[in-house]
Every structure is written in structure tokens, then in C-alpha cells.
């Protein structure tokens, strides 16, 4: 499997999902980190239309799973940046698979080592 060019944080897919995106996501390899499936099918008023559009959307994607090395950095970027553990997790499934994270997470933004790029939504 190759590495991914990019890694969808959760917020990226839920504006995905709801058309808020100013722009197209950028061409490449796609993938998510296993944490931001578990936010997004986890969430409970997740309506029957939602939870097909997510089947799709993960059937499509590739997933990226909890490893060792992952888990190291994610607890030294809660230590170093007191993030939450999802966020923690995330940045630490990208930085691992040297994929830049796409986010509208400023916090993120703030991590030395974390290639971001922020997602410019609509204003309406």
C-alpha cells in the first residue's frame, strides 16, 4: 500500500460531506486516520442517508490503522501540545505516513512538526 499525499482530518470530511468546501480537495492519494471513523460513524444522530454517504466515502478511501509508532507520537504530541487524544491521534497517523493533514483545526496548524493545510470553506 503506498503512503497517502494527504490525510483527511474529521472536520475535512464533514464539510466535505455538507458542501462547505470553497474548493476541491487537492489531487493524490487520499486516506484517514481509523479514529476519524470512529468519530464520524460514531456520532449518535447520524441519519440512514449520512451513514450510506460514509459507506461510500470509506469503501473509496484508504485507512490508516493504529501502529506503535503512532501511538508514540500521538503521546508525545498530548505531552508537547496538550491535544485531545483524537487530534493527538490524527496528527500523529500523518505525520507517521509523511502525509500532509488537511484541517480546519487551527490548533493543529500549531504543530512544528505536522505538515497542515487549511480548508477554506464557503461564506454564505
Given at each position: 500500500m503506498k503512503s497517502?499525499?494527504?490525510?483527511?482530518?474529521?472536520n475535512?470530511?464533514?464539510?466535505?460531506?455538507k458542501g462547505l468546501?470553497?474548493?476541491?480537495?487537492?489531487?493524490?492519494?487520499?486516506?484517514i486516520s481509523?479514529?476519524?471513523?470512529?468519530?464520524?460513524r460514531g456520532f449518535p444522530g447520524l441519519s440512514s442517508e449520512q451513514e450510506a454517504?460514509?459507506?461510500r466515502f470509506f469503501a473509496n478511501i484508504q485507512h490508516i490503522g493504529l501502529s506503535e509508532e503512532i501511538k508514540e507520537t500521538a503521546i508525545?504530541?498530548?505531552?508537547?501540545?496538550?491535544?485531545?487524544i483524537p487530534d493527538a491521534?490524527?496528527?500523529a497517523s500523518a505525520i507517521t505516513h509523511g502525509a500532509v493533514l488537511?484541517?480546519?483545526?487551527?490548533?493543529?496548524h500549531k504543530i512544528s512538526e505536522l505538515t497542515c493545510r487549511s480548508l477554506a470553506l464557503n461564506t454564505q
Open positions: 497517502p499525499h494527504f490525510l483527511l482530518d474529521t475535512a470530511v464533514i464539510y466535505l460531506h468546501l470553497k474548493d476541491p480537495l487537492p489531487t493524490g492519494r487520499m486516506a481509523f479514529i476519524t471513523e470512529i468519530e464520524l454517504w460514509l459507506a508525545n504530541f498530548r505531552r508537547s501540545y496538550r491535544l485531545k491521534l490524527i496528527a488537511l484541517t480546519h483545526d487551527d490548533q493543529l
